[in-house]
Nanobody, 121 residues
């Protein structure tokens, strides 16, 4: 079994910064790509940023230059550094990891329960 636990959310003023973390634990044979998604009530979950096992990254267009995804493979942890936050960044943020539990298992998507980010104007 695998668990993902996010932390680092909170309330911040417009222009402020937050750093989200997500740690994977449990039975992990290989951990492939990490992603951060966000969702607001009534809207679909959207991809914010992804990082591959080779540390290649992609970022949501509106997050480029403000958000940076990174990973620490030794700690099975992914981070999302968010700077210059705007009220429209307010959302629940969820981490996703593509993990193979054993050599014979397929790569499977796992999700954290989310952490709330609220940006006040």
């Amino acid at each position: 079994q695998v668990q993902l636990v996010e932390s680092g959310g909170g309330v911040v003023q417009s222009g402020g910064s937050l750093r989200l973390s997500c740690k994977a634990s449990g039975r992990i044979y290989t951990l492939h790509a990490w992603s951060w998604y966000r969702q607001t009530p009534g809207k679909q979950r959207e991809l914010v940023a992804s990082i591959t096992s080779g540390s290649g990254t992609i970022h949501l267009e509106s997050a480029k230059g403000r958000f940076t995804i990174s990973r620490d493979n030794a700690k099975n942890t992914v981070y999302l550094q968010m700077n210059s936050l705007k009220p429209e960044d307010t959302a629940g943020y969820y981490c996703n990891a593509k993990i193979r539990e054993t050599w014979s298992n397929p790569i499977t998507d796992y999700w954290g329960l989310g952490t709330q980010v609220t940006v006040s104007s």
